[in-house]
């Protein structure tokens, strides 16, 4: 029987789509075929002017005119209501993950569509009478669905079909004569209408954030390729100058040791020919003294007095005089001079390594990080600063690893130094300060919290900081605040506290200072609070130092 009905089964399908025939169609060689599929085909044979049946490949000119062949239709259609299909693939049935067919017996098909007014799901055989039923058709199926009893009213067991705007839930009917009465009540036809006008628009602002983005994402990429071009040639460029730089210093090494031992070889030559000049004298004055000593002892007086004018009469002495014993004092001033250039090198680099280093982190092509707001977010960019020996003014003492200073109205035994205070009680940090830094300082007296360019004045009336445009300081005296930056004073309001923070983020431009105070909890914890005192927002042009201006003591705190 199985046989029967797959012969059959390829007696009343199209030889084109494999499938049963649909608006049958016979052509003039007797072959059938759907309607649609021999129409098709046929399109594609337009050019030629020639048709031929796919079969047999018998040709037809002109294009025959096709007409459904209602007999052999009604037959198909007969033989479809009587149950021949071929037995469906086990890929067919419905798995535990799949919507089953709620009409089929047994193993249950896959669902081929489900429908909003029956609330079931249809395997592709069963849904045939939604196409066919005059009524059936006007049902709204959709894509199989396991939440169709989403849609029934737990309470009136009714399918709903409104929406309550007021409490923004899909209701039945019945729902707006009892618990909904007097709502805002849409159907919900009209709520999804409305509601997909509002998707469409975000779905418009989502494709046009997307185009944005992947424009960003490629712009970033560029970004990436420039940014790589440009560090590999700097890499290389920077290799090539400091081999040069090296090599200049290794000749120059090799230079002064080439002079030294030059030099070398001359003095040891010349103290060499004294020395054997000398030592030939002493051998002379040594055979000389024999000769006396041997006459001194002659018995005979006729015989001293004879031998004695040949042996009694000495050579000149070699002079001595140009002899310059300086013990321990040759070439010192050589290492001395090598020393002075280390030292003058070493403060070049230094000085210029910020720059540098100032350079290479400018180069960011991302936004901006947010300022921090907590004090665990501060405490991300603090930085171990300590204080410069060679910048503080005599009447200061520094002392705690050069993290403390002190104003001690006595001169302090610091060496001459191009970089010191001569006028006021003022030092600069070691360390010069880019990128986002925050550091605490903790006062006693009356302090100025400052940050300063290198070459801000070392004497004179300008060289306070905050009275010049080269440096930006906070006056701090017990409860009292005063900002200054060129010589412009401008009154700060906050709480008094001994310990002030400061964050200073060099691209971006700003400067800020905050009071920083702690309090015990009734846990016995200690919180420390941060209030902004003043905030700066401007451009620094080069790398900036911490700067302290003290008549009291001040610290630069370890902060965790």
């Avoid at 239709?73 to 419905?94: F, R, W």
């Avoid at 409860?479 to 412009?488: A, C, D, E, K, S």
């Amino acid at each position: 029987m199985a046989q029967k009905d797959q012969l059959d089964r390829e007696s009343f399908s199209c030889s084109i789509c494999l499938d049963l025939l649909k608006d049958p169609v016979a052509i003039p060689c007797g072959h059938s075929y759907c309607m649609s599929c021999i129409k098709g085909f046929w399109d594609g044979e337009d050019q030629r002017k020639i048709y031929s049946c796919p079969q047999c490949r018998e040709a037809f000119t002109p294009r025959p005119v096709l007409k459904k062949n209602t007999m052999l239709a009604a037959l198909v259609e007969q033989l479809k209501k009587t149950g021949l299909q071929a037995a469906p693939a086990d890929h067919c049935y419905a798995g535990p993950e799949d919507v089953a067919c709620d009409v089929c017996t047994g193993r249950k098909l896959k669902a081929f569509k489900s429908c909003l007014v029956c609330l079931a799901s249809y395997c592709e055989n069963h849904l045939q009478s939604h196409y066919d039923v005059a009524p059936l058709k006007k049902h709204k199926l959709v894509e199989p669905s396991k939440k169709l009893q989403e849609n029934i009213c737990s309470r009136h067991d009714e399918v709903m079909k409104i929406f309550c705007r007021t409490d923004k839930k899909s209701i039945c009917y019945l729902c707006t004569m009892d618990d909904h009465k007097g709502h805002d009540t849409v159907p919900a036809a009209a709520e999804r209408t409305e509601r997909q006008r509002e998707l469409e628009v975000s779905r418009l602002n989502i494709q046009q954030r997307i185009q944005h983005r992947e424009k960003d994402v490629k712009l970033l990429q560029q970004e990436v390729e420039a940014v790589s071009l440009s560090a590999d040639k700097a890499v290389e460029d920077s290799e090539k100058i400091f081999t040069r730089l090296i090599r200049l210093l290794q000749k120059r090494s090799s230079d002064v040791k080439q002079q030294i031992r030059s030099q070398q070889e001359t003095e040891v030559s010349g103290v060499k020919e004294l020395q054997e000049k000398l030592q030939q004298e002493i051998t002379e004055l040594k055979r000389k003294d024999a000769e006396l000593k041997q006459l001194s002892h002659t018995e005979d007086h006729n015989q001293f007095l004879h031998n004695y004018p040949s042996v009694s009469q000495l050579s000149e002495p070699t002079d001595s005089s140009s002899i310059n014993i300086r013990p321990l004092r040759y070439f010192e001033d050589v290492t001395a001079a090598v020393s002075e250039l280390r030292d003058k090198l070493q403060d070049i680099l230094r000085d210029k390594w910020t720059n540098i280093s100032l350079a290479v982190t400018e180069v960011d092509v991302l936004l901006p990080e947010p300022e921090p707001k907590t004090r665990a977010e501060f405490l991300k960019y603090s930085r171990e600063i300590t204080l410069d020996p060679n910048t503080a003014n005599t009447e200061l003492l520094l002392s705690d690893g050069n993290r403390k200073v002190e104003y001690t109205y006595q001169q302090q035994s610091y060496s001459s130094h191009t970089d010191r205070f001569t006028d006021r009680p003022q030092v600069l940090s070691r360390e010069s300060l880019t990128g986002r830094c925050y550091w605490e300082v903790e006062r006693r007296g009356a302090v100025l919290v400052a940050v300063a360019y290198k070459n801000i004045s070392r004497a004179g009336n300008k060289s306070l900081f905050g009275r010049n445009e080269k440096s930006w300081s906070l006056y701090c005296y017990t409860n009292r605040y005063v900002f200054y930056f060129n010589n412009i004073s401008t009154p700060v309001s906050g709480p008094g506290s001994s310990r002030v923070g400061v964050y200073l983020d060099h691209r971006a431009g700003i400067l800020s200072f905050y009071s920083v105070s702690e309090t015990m909890t009734l846990l016995h914890r200690v919180q420390t609070t941060m209030t902004l005192l003043h905030r700066v927002q401007t451009t620094f042009t080069q790398p900036l130092y911490a700067g302290l201006w003290v008549v009291g003591t001040a610290e630069l705190c370890k902060v965790k």
